[in-house]
């Protein structure tokens, strides 16, 4: 066969696709579709919504995502450095590339403390 190696892969495609589209007709089918002012009401922490949905977010909120994305992207990236650097044997290059990534990362952390995204 040509596309042997490819033949389990194909069955798993189209099972996916196959359940997705069971899925969506079960749903489609079996929910309740009826709808009551409650419902359709703008949800915002369990209290009614106060004020206009297109308010402006303070720069604070943006910053502090920034914070945790930088420090999520670190911890990502260091586990696998590890496990190669110890394989590797400690090889000098792969350690400057990851102090090249750290020196960025501390400049981002930097620019968040003096920002004040840090300031509660």
Same mark, same amino acid.
């Given at each position: +066969?040509?596309?042997? @190696? ?7 495609? *189209? =099972? &996916?696709?196959?359940? $997705?589209? %069971?899925?969506?007709? =079960? *749903? ?10 409650? /419902?359709?009401?703008?949800? @915002? &922490?369990?209290? *009614?919504? *106060?004020?206009?949905?297109?308010? /402006?977010? @303070?720069? /604070?909120?943006?910053? #502090?995502?920034?914070?945790?994305? %930088? ?6 990236? =260091?586990?696998?450095?590890? =496990?190669?650097?110890? /394989? ?5 290059? &792969?350690?400057? %590339? +990851? ?6 990362? %501390? ?7 003096? #920002?004040? $995204? +840090?300031?509660?």
């Amino acid at each position: +066969m040509l596309f042997s @190696e490819y033949f389990f892969f194909s069955i798993y495609i *189209s =099972l &996916c696709i196959l359940i $997705a589209i %069971v899925l969506y007709i =079960l *749903s489609v089918v079996l929910i309740p579709r009826w709808t009551d002012d409650e /419902k359709i009401s703008a949800y @915002e &922490c369990g209290f *009614s919504p *106060s004020g206009d949905a297109r308010n /402006k977010i @303070e720069i /604070k909120f943006y910053l #502090t995502a920034i914070l945790f994305i %930088v420090f999520d992207v670190e911890v990502v990236f =260091l586990f696998p450095w590890v =496990l190669t650097f110890s /394989k590797n044997g400690g090889d000098w290059a &792969c350690f400057l %590339v +990851m102090c090249c990534f750290f020196f960025i990362i %501390v400049i981002g952390y930097i620019y968040e403390w003096i #920002t004040g $995204a +840090m300031d509660w």
